[in-house]
Nanobody, 116 residues
């Protein structure tokens, strides 16, 4: 079965950077969409960024220009480079994969805290 394993979360000062990684394993179609979502306390889970197998990307307006999503299809991995972090970026970040049959899979979540 499909499993997504995340890493890279932590605590960083405003203006700092973090790089999140997510590796997927299991039976996954050749064409899929992988991305990152986040959820802050008391708020709904929201889209951060997504990328197709061919690296067509989509970003939330709040992170565009600061975050970069990338993929390594040979490794079934997706990354999120987060620069110029702000306190409002504090949230649990979840890796997501939507397969070609519409099946959705989620990672366990990793905490990102931006604080001085």
């Amino acid at each position: 079965q499909v499993q997504l394993v995340e890493s890279g979360g932590g605590v960083v000062q405003p203006g700092g950077s973090l790089r999140l990684s997510c590796a997927a394993s299991g039976s996954i179609s050749r064409f899929n969409v992988m991305g990152w979502y986040r959820q802050a306390p008391g708020k709904q889970r929201e889209l951060v960024a997504t990328a197709t197998t061919r690296s067509i990307t989509n970003y939330s307006r709040s992170v565009k220009g600061r975050f970069t999503i990338s993929r390594d299809n040979a490794k079934n991995a997706v990354y999120l480079q987060m620069n110029s972090l702000k306190p409002e970026d504090t949230a649990v970040y979840y890796c997501n994969l939507i397969d070609s049959d519409s099946s959705a899979y989620w990672g366990q979540g990793t905490q990102v805290t931006v604080s001085s």
